[in-house]
């Protein structure tokens, strides 16, 4: 995860990938995946282990003030996407990695056609 230095921060900002949660926090969506992905003998399995990992991960992140954001559920990709405030990603996102899941800022691609 990229340090977030107040330029950093400001560059997000100019991009439009800061927004604002409820509380009033400046977030950031950040994608959750875990390092070592499950492995089933059938989607229905995966399915059930991918949601049991989102929610253990919805526990792990509001401790950060940090939200999972329900409709990105991913099963075939094995992951999911957060709104986590900038003053406590370093934090949250050192303790993921600790406990083997990767974050990643979700950077909105611009198709061309």
Known sequence: MTKFTAFRVESLRR????????NGMECVRVTLHPKRPANAAS?????????????????QVN?????????????????VEALAPIAKLAQLSSAMEK????????????ATF
Not at 15 to 22: H, I, S
Not at 43 to 59: E, P, Q, S
């Open 99 to 110: 406990s083997g899941v990767e974050v990643d800022l979700v950077r909105p691609e611009r």
């Open 15 to 22: 991009r439009g990938l800061v927004e604002r949660a409820a």
């Open 63 to 79: 401790r950060f003030g940090a939200q999972v954001l329900d409709e990105t559920i991913s099963v075939s990709g094995q992951s």
């Open 43 to 59: 989607y229905a399995l995966l399915k059930t282990i991918v949601n049991a990992w989102a929610g253990d991960m919805r526990r």
